[in-house]
């Protein structure tokens, strides 16, 4: 079965400099969510979109910004990065119906020196 | 401050023993409760879920067992096999809304064989 599919799988940048993650859903799924693990942790929601509006909010800095396609994929942009930034950025779709459930890509690894 | 508590924080299991993970949630408006399996490198994969109405939900070795008086939840993996060894995370969502989830802080599993 198509999975989630999110570009780059390993990303090195520099302080101050901006990074674009990309993210492919499941075909169909009309909902797309990202979030952040950094080492050890658990995954914290940054931000979702369905039907290209962005449609909730979480603790995503003000220096990140993201957007949905009208072919349904998203992109996460940072900008300023900070060692701070330096996570796993998982990506993940679903249907909008309430019942349906979250499924995760295999992320992005970025790191920032 | 932490929504979904999660323990222990890492467990070794003998193979062919039972895997227990335990979770305590602070906000009764939750309604849906999944427990998702993380290896190295990849994202996380949604495992079994349950919603407040019923007490327990098994699917094949993996047993949900739900609480609502308590506001606890817990994992049982029967007969657990070295290849089950790997981060579990269980998390939990407010009605309508099962892609923006609250994570556990996540226990890592070791089966010996």
């Known amino acids: 079965a198509a999975g989630v599919i999110q570009s780059p799988r390993h990303l090195i940048k520099e302080k101050r400099e901006t990074a674009t993650l990309k993210c492919y859903p499941i075909p169909r799924h009309d909902t797309v969510y990202w979030y952040q693990q950094g080492p050890g942790q658990d995954p914290q929601f940054l931000i979702s979109f369905y039907e290209k509006m962005q449609s909730d909010k979480g603790s995503i800095p003000d220096r990140f910004s993201a957007q949905q396609f009208s072919d349904y994929h998203s992109e996460l942009n940072m900008s300023s990065l900070e060692l701070g930034d330096s996570a796993l950025y998982f990506c993940a779709s679903k249907r909008q119906a309430s019942n349906s459930p979250l499924h995760f890509g295999n992320g992005t690894r970025l790191t920032v020196t | 401050q932490q929504q979904v508590k999660q323990s222990p924080q890492s467990l070794i299991v003998q193979k062919g023993g039972i895997s227990i993970i335990n979770c305590a949630y602070e906000?009764?408006?939750?309604?849906?409760f999944p427990w998702y399996q993380q290896f190295p490198g990849k994202g996380p994969a949604l495992l079994i879920a349950i919603r407040p109405d019923v007490s327990e939900k098994k699917e094949g070795r993996f047993t949900i067992s739900f609480n609502k008086s308590a506001k606890q939840f817990s994992l049982h993996i029967m007969d657990s096999q070295p290849g089950d060894s790997a981060t579990y995370f269980c998390a939990a969502s407010r009605p309508g809304n099962t892609g923006k989830l609250i994570f556990g802080q996540g226990t890592t599993l070791q089966v010996k064989p």
């Open positions: 906000n009764t408006a939750f309604d849906y």
